[in-house]
């Protein structure tokens, strides 16, 4: 098959020949239709995080074309997505619910004694993340993939695998906002996007997006930012502190004593959380 591969760091990637191997156990091998380009690629293109030779990308969607004896979750014919977060779904993290944190992540690569997903001329070529979407099939352990609605466009269910689980997981599993808190996101690339999104689903009554780029502070409204700052224009903290002054003061009185009590006990026990 053709893949992008990272030959050498800094020196981009290049359409080779790669094989991959048959699915076993519980792969299920998958005709990606989209791939998208995060930044973390370039990034491991050009420093020395990941052996090379690889095939990089990690948002990948697809259709799987086979499965491996062992597989549960998928059929063939399935839409699928792939995520960068690897699980064993057996560990005490994994089954109290926070796969995104698992301890044994590589459960879901083959082991070194066993021969690899990717070679090229005989030798292994590493697979990112367990991944490598930049190819026209990956062979991912069903546990690093999700069946997706059959209506569900590839290329923007390709973001669900790494934008939208690194944006919205940091709101809702890090940070653990709750509906009323007030949130302040720095960038409204494709990560801050979806950290206001979800914002927005944790029922945040102030979602302040700073960016400086007007298209993207007009894409974080859309998203459901309540309020926009360009740090081009404005210095972030201070123009913060107006924005959340301005809210208390439109507070009705009543509210205010209990404003004045919150403040000062966020003062005793600050809970601001910083992600
Ligand atoms: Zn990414
Ligand atoms: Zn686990």
Known sequence: ???LVLNALGHG????????AAARGREALVNV???????T???????????????????????????????????????VVGSLAQSCGACARCLSGRPFQCQHPESTLRRPDEPPRLSRNG???????GLGGFAERALIHENQLAVVPKEMPFAQAALLGCGVVTGA????NTANVRAGDSVVIFGAGGVGLNAVSGARIAGASRIIAIDIQ????????????????????????????????SWWLMKDWPCLAWAAASIWSACRNPTSTSV
Not at 41 to 66: K, Y
Not at 123 to 129: I, K, L, M, N
Not at 169 to 172: A, D, Q
Not at 228 to 241: F, G, L, N, Q
């Open 1 to 3: 098959m053709k893949a």
């Open 13 to 20: 990637f290049d359409v080779e020949d790669v094989d991959i």
């Open 33 to 39: 239709q989209a791939s998208g380009l995060c930044h």
């Open 41 to 79: 690629d370039l990034l491991f293109a050009t420093h020395d995080i990941a052996p090379t030779p690889s095939v990089l990308g990690h948002e990948v969607a697809g259709i799987v074309a086979a499965v491996g004896p062992d597989v549960t979750h998928a059929r063939v014919g399935d839409h």
């Open 123 to 129: 030798r292994g070529v590493f697979q990112g993340f």
């Open 169 to 172: 997981g940091s709101v809702l």
């Open 214 to 245: 007007q298209q993207r502070l007009d894409a974080a409204r859309r998203f459901g930012a309540t309020d926009v700052i360009d740090s081009t224009k404005s210095k972030p903290v201070e123009a913060v502190r107006d924005l959340l002054r």
